[in-house]
């Protein structure tokens, strides 16, 4: 399985973009999947999780901000980040595995991982 990552940019405080994880090779295995992000000297951080049947889960901090969704037909997932803060600044990466899991905030847990798109957010 491969995943891509893209819709990373720059924007103001305030702004919105949405980020899109694309998985090709053996797609159809994956029931879970996430977005974490990492900025400088940080470790990295949970964003958000879905999975088939799976209502989203978000990290404490985009919480009412961002939202993600999926289309199963596409083996592609989103995150749309509305309200965007500097400390929104961020690598951002998506992440999958083959089966949901409750430890769906750890990134050790994931498998398969995008190449990180970048999310600058200006003040």
């Known amino acids: 399985v491969q995943l891509q990552a893209s819709g990373g940019g720059w924007v103001q405080t305030g702004g919105s973009l949405r980020l899109s994880c694309t998985a090709s090779?053996?797609?159809?295995?994956?029931?879970?999947m996430a977005w974490f992000r990492q900025s400088p000297g940080q470790e990295r951080e949970f964003v958000a999780a879905g999975g088939s049947g799976r209502a989203p889960r978000y990290g404490d901090s985009v919480k009412g901000r961002f939202i993600f969704s999926r289309d199963s037909g596409k083996s592609t997932w989103y995150l749309q980040m509305n309200n965007l803060k500097p400390e929104d600044t961020a690598n951002y990466y998506c992440?999958?595995?083959?089966?949901?899991?409750?430890?769906?905030?750890?990134?050790?847990?994931?498998?398969?991982w995008g190449q990180g798109t970048l999310v600058t957010v200006s003040s």
């Open positions: 090779g053996n797609s159809f295995s994956l029931s879970a």
């Open positions: 992440a999958a595995r083959s089966l949901w899991i409750t430890t769906y905030h750890k990134d050790t847990v994931y498998d398969f």
